[in-house]
């Protein structure tokens, strides 16, 4: 090669190194190892798999130099790793016996397909480089909002565009009311990143409660700097979210700070989320309060909480039971995923109902009486179980009896119970409901109201429920004997299940447990 030609290529490994770094954003020592292993790898197809190769990226010739290695022996047995004493000799006059030998080869000799070969490898190296660039870019991001385009749909999932690389919205975790059409600009909430042989997958959610929170970082300043936090969130994605705000600063009105004026911040957010209605409360450290808060916009007369099952009874007036439950069971459920405590919403007339069937039962007791009975109802005692398990010191200080008399109290409470009798005459493993309850807890399932029996009789708790559902439109008397037999008690059992349990449990089809939603539904909002 002249030296004109040599002035020519000087520096050019150098420049492409250069490059491909930049136009890449890969460190230039990734570059570097995959040029060396791309070279060594091109020499073992002429070499064999057992030669000892090494090469080194020569920052003053700028070029890639490779050495071989073998070993110098007496005997040669394999040319690969062995050399012959008098060959060693020639190459370095000092060589011994066991010593290892350098040879420097030339490249040029490996060939087209070797040269093909480095080059896959040096793309790969690249790309694998980027790959976990990316992915490290990514990773610290999870809770973060991300913007993008759509950029294709596969099956159900939308891909998403994010420029670097791609995400992906996975159909349970997007909202079921929105349509996207591709390059529609699009936000998620960034759930995880994963690697993958592919490459880093970016996991984005639309529906998860985070999206919303961070929503209201980005338009409520005060959520933003921390003066307002959002202690817990609920959401029904598409149709409803509840969320409990709470003030570090007495001035400021936490509310009214997420609300803006004239409502423009959580419009700004409702409009993020299509439409979604957004229901504001205060958040309280009271629990009992913080109840109250989440029913809203349904006013609650009293709250009865057990501490022991986690679990609150919620007393509402009679015109208010189908605002607190909500259109199939949503209010209740939300304000239980809220708060985070089972929920029992029952109507004032139906708790003056148990609160009869509770004062003659105890009041059965021998050595109770009615006025006794009264006393301990109000105390909230209402069950043969609970009298049972009570002290007879307790009953001393609450009706001033003396203790002999309580403790055969107690044991009386016993021997009933012994005979099955627990609630208004009914065995404790039985129960029955009516159409203005129902229960919610914190797992975001509503679950079946389970209430003590007002009926001596299955037979008639039974028809009384056959009863109840034959005043929805449309039920006939084999659909009501049919949601009866499944278990359900009240009319609030038939909305919380999605329809395709009702025909599971019932036997019904498909169409027919539609239809006796559409009718719960339109009962629970007379």
């Known amino acids: 090669m002249s030296t004109m030609e040599q002035n020519e290529v000087e520096g050019a490994l150098k420049a492409v190194i250069t490059a491909v770094s930049r136009e890449k954003n890969v460190d230039k020592s990734v570059i570097i190892d995959a040029l060396e292993q791309a070279v060594i790898h091109a020499a073992r197809r002429s070499h064999g798999p057992t030669a000892d190769l090494e090469a080194h990226y020569n920052a003053d010739t700028d070029e890639i130099e490779l050495f071989q290695f073998r070993t110098v022996v007496e005997a040669v047995q394999d040319t690969d790793v062995e050399i012959s004493t008098g060959e060693a000799a020639k190459l370095d006059p000092e060589a011994q016996i066991g010593d290892s030998i350098g040879v420097k080869l030339d490249k040029a000799a490996f060939g087209r397909i070797a040269a093909q070969s480095a080059k896959q490898i040096i793309v790969q190296k690249v790309r694998d480089a980027e790959r976990l660039q990316v992915y490290d870019e990514f990773k610290d991001r999870v809770g973060e909002i991300l913007s993008g385009t759509v950029r294709r749909f596969e099956r159900s999932d939308i891909v998403v565009d994010l420029g670097r690389t791609e995400a992906i919205i996975p159909y349970r975790e997007q909202i079921p009311t929105e349509k996207y059409k591709i390059k529609d600009r699009i936000q998620g909430y960034v759930l995880e990143v994963k690697r993958s042989s592919r490459g880093p997958q970016v996991v984005m959610s639309r529906a998860h409660s985070g999206f919303v929170i961070r929503l209201f970082e980005q338009n409520v300043t005060e959520v933003y700097d921390g003066i307002v936090t959002i202690e817990s969130a609920a959401r029904d994605p598409g149709f409803r979210t509840k969320i409990a705000v709470h003030s570090r600063d007495s001035a400021v009105d936490p509310v009214g700070a997420c609300v803006g004026m004239k409502g423009a911040r959580v419009e700004a957010v409702r409009q993020e989320l299509g439409g979604e209605k957004i229901d504001i409360v205060p958040w309280d450290a009271d629990p009992a309060r913080f109840v109250c808060n989440a029913l809203h916009p349904a006013v609650v007369t009293k709250v009865i909480v057990d501490e022991d099952n986690h679990s609150m009874e919620v007393i509402v007036a009679d015109d208010q039971l189908s605002l607190a439950i909500g259109k199939r069971g949503q209010n209740v459920r939300l304000a239980a995923q809220l708060t985070g405590w089972r929920l029992d919403i029952k109507s004032e007339a139906r708790l003056s109902q148990e609160l009869v069937g509770s004062k003659e ?67 404790p493993s039985e129960s029955t409901g009516d159409h203005d309850d129902f229960m919610a807890n914190s797992s975001a399932e509503p679950t079946r109201q389970e209430v003590e029996r007002t009926s001596s009789s299955y037979d008639n708790a039974r028809n009384e429920r056959i009863s109840l559902f034959l005043e929805l439109d449309g039920v006939g008397e084999a659909t009501a004997h049919a949601l009866a037999d499944a278990g359900y008690g009240t009319i609030g059992d038939l909305v919380a299940d999605a329809a395709e349990e009702v025909a599971s449990k019932s036997g019904l089809s498909i169409g027919v447990a539609r239809t006796v939603q559409l009718a719960a539904d339109r009962y629970l909002q007379r």
């Open 361 to 427: 039962l105890i009041a059965s007791i021998t050595g109770v009486g009615m006025m006794r009975a009264e006393i301990l109802v109000n105390e909230g005692i209402k069950t043969v179980k609970e009298v049972s398990e009570m002290s007879p010191r307790t009953f001393v200080r609450l009706l001033n009896m003396d203790e002999q008399d309580a403790s055969a109290v107690v044991e009386a409470a016993k021997e009933m119970l012994a005979k099955g009798i627990n609630a208004a005459g009914s065995k």
